[in-house]
């Protein structure tokens, strides 16, 4: 057997870095229960995909060996939909640390399974979630945290600063000429897709830097499950934060109205198809859970694998997590 085959079982992080990613799995874990909030675990295999363009679905499929028809779910991308169905159901706070599968995922920061912490706070705002998720990447990050400012900047302010345009007032010829220096040489009419491109090459690898910097104020094209804001309806209620030009967590004060949740899924299966990608049918049991009522919350999802980076030092996420996709 050669050297490299003799490699190959191994894991990709060192044994010092794992067991520093077990410890701050056990930190999270205190720092909940400190604050008397239930952790739940819910289904990986569910039924029903996210209806998101830019989220892709894993899907599988169960054999019957007697010869019975084969059945088709998915792997959950977020575990999103089904704690929203136990908050509908008055569990109250919850969190949530699991694995979830999102396919074409693959890079520096980027694996096709990977950790998130997941959370729900009932009755809060916006800015109190960030203030806990502030909190929680600062006990985790420990030592590394130390000297590091708390930003609050809203997405205009950063586009304005960054690329001196307003997203939500510029051309849609400004965004593309934007979008070419930052080497795009495709040919897109899709406004959101400029906007994202921008945030993710242009903007946000210089956020957070000395920081942990919250991006607030998303437009409302981009809200997916979060509420629009009532003082600026161009606006979601929903935040991003970024350390170190990366991209930690992602918040929103949820939306609980199941007529206009079920329009934003329609509309995203409208654009699946326009793109021609796979289009499946909508998660009813969510749009049920909403409709029955989902009580006043904020929810946050974080990136685990991430924050283990930036407190072991990691350049790349295949250092931190044991067997990457290709070695799984």
């Known amino acids: 057997m050669s050297r490299t085959e003799d490699a190959d ?3 990709t992080a060192t044994s010092a870095t794992l067991r520093q990613r077990a410890a701050l799995l056990d930190a999270a874990r205190r720092f909940f229960a400190a604050r008397e909030v239930l952790e739940v675990d819910t289904p990986l295999v569910v039924n029903a995909p996210v209806t998101d363009v830019h989220i892709h679905s894993a899907r599988v499929t169960f054999t019957d060996e007697r010869g019975g028809a084969a059945r088709h779910f998915f792997l959950h991308t977020s575990p999103e939909y089904a704690m929203k169905r136990l908050l ?35 009755g809060w705002t916006l800015e109190a979630l960030m203030e806990e998720v502030d909190a929680l990447v600062r006990t985790l990050l420990g030592a590394r945290a130390a000297g590091r400012s708390s930003q609050r900047v809203s997405y205009r302010e950063v586009f304005l600063e960054q690329l001196g345009l307003d997203p939500f007032s510029a051309s849609l010829q400004e965004l593309a000429a934007a979008a070419r220096t930052a080497g795009f040489t495709g040919n897109t009419h ?14 946000g690898p210089q956020l957070g830097r000395g920081a942990l910097t919250f991006v607030h104020g998303y437009p409302a094209s981009q809200a997916a499950l979060a509420r629009l804001d009532p003082a600026d309806r161009r606006a979601a209620q929903r935040f991003e ?88």
């Open 190 to 203: 899709n406004r959101d897709e400029l906007l994202e491109l921008l945030m993710s090459v242009r903007i």
């Open 88 to 122: 509908a159901g008055g569990l109250g706070d919850i969190y949530q640390i699991c694995h979830v599968v999102r396919g074409l995922e693959r890079g520096r920061l980027h694996n096709a399974e990977f950790t998130l912490i997941e959370w729900y706070r009932l």
């Open 241 to 328: 934060l970024y350390c170190e030009g990366i991209e930690l967590a992602n918040g929103f004060h949820e939306l609980a109205d199941a007529h206009e949740q079920r329009a934003r899924f329609e509309q995203d299966i409208a654009e699946r198809r326009r793109l021609g990608l796979a289009a499946a049918p909508l998660d009813e049991r969510l749009l049920g859970a909403l409709a029955a009522g989902l009580p006043e919350c904020c929810g946050v999802a974080l990136g685990f694998d991430r924050l283990v980076m930036l407190a072991t030092g990691a350049g790349r996420i295949d250092e931190v997590v044991p067997f990457p996709i290709e070695r799984a």
């Open 9 to 11: 079982w191994r894991a």
